[in-house]
C-alpha cells in the first residue's frame, strides 16, 4: 500500500494479495478497496479497477468465494529474502531476511491495530467496520 501511496503504482500480483488481504483477512468491503485504488492509481481504469476488484472478492459474474492470496505464500515465492517488502517498510530492515516477510505475532500487533471486537471509527465518529475475531489472532494461529 506505500507502494502504491507513493508511487501510483502497483503491480498486477500485488493488487491481487491486496484484494484477497483486505476483502478475505480483513473482512472489509471489497468497494473500500476499489475506491482508495481509484484515488492512487496513476493506470486507473474504471472497468478493470471495480472488474478486478469484484473478481478478487468472489461477487460478480463469477462467484467464487475461494479466491484467497496466502500471504506468507506469496512472499515465499516472489520475495523469498523480503528486500521488496523491507524497501518499502524500512523498520524491517534490520530483521533477518527470514523474519522480514512474516516478523510474527507481535508486529502484526503493531501494523494491525484492530480489534475487531471493537468498532473500528472513522474520522467523523462513524463506525465503519464490527467483526468479533482479532485479526493478529487470526493471522497467528493461520501461520504460526
Not at 474520522?123 to 482479532?134: D, E, H, P, Y
Request: a positive charge; aromatic letters at 14%.
Amino acid at each position: 500500500m506505500k507502494e502504491l501511496a507513493t508511487t501510483g503504482f502497483m503491480s498486477n500480483r500485488g493488487r491481487q494479495i491486496v484484494c484477497s488481504f483486505l476483502v478475505r483477512d480483513m473482512g472489509i468491503d471489497w468497494r473500500m478497496g476499489a475506491e482508495w485504488f481509484e484515488t492512487c492509481l496513476l493506470d486507473y481504469d474504471p472497468c478493470s479497477n471495480y472488474g478486478n476488484w469484484t473478481y478478487g472478492a468472489g461477487v460478480g459474474n463469477d462467484l467464487r468465494e475461494d479466491r484467497y492470496f496466502n500471504i506468507p505464500k506469496q512472499a515465499q515465492v516472489y520475495d523469498p529474502d523480503g528486500n521488496y517488502v523491507a524497501f518499502w517498510l524500512p523498520q524491517l530492515q534490520k530483521l533477518t531476511n527470514d523474519k522480514r516477510n512474516f516478523p510474527g505475532k507481535s508486529y502484526i500487533e503493531q501494523i494491525v491495530p484492530l480489534k475487531f471486537g471493537n468498532p473500528i471509527r472513522s474520522w467523523q465518529g462513524k463506525a465503519l467496520l464490527t467483526r468479533q475475531t482479532n485479526h493478529a489472532e487470526r493471522q497467528t494461529k493461520r501461520h504460526g
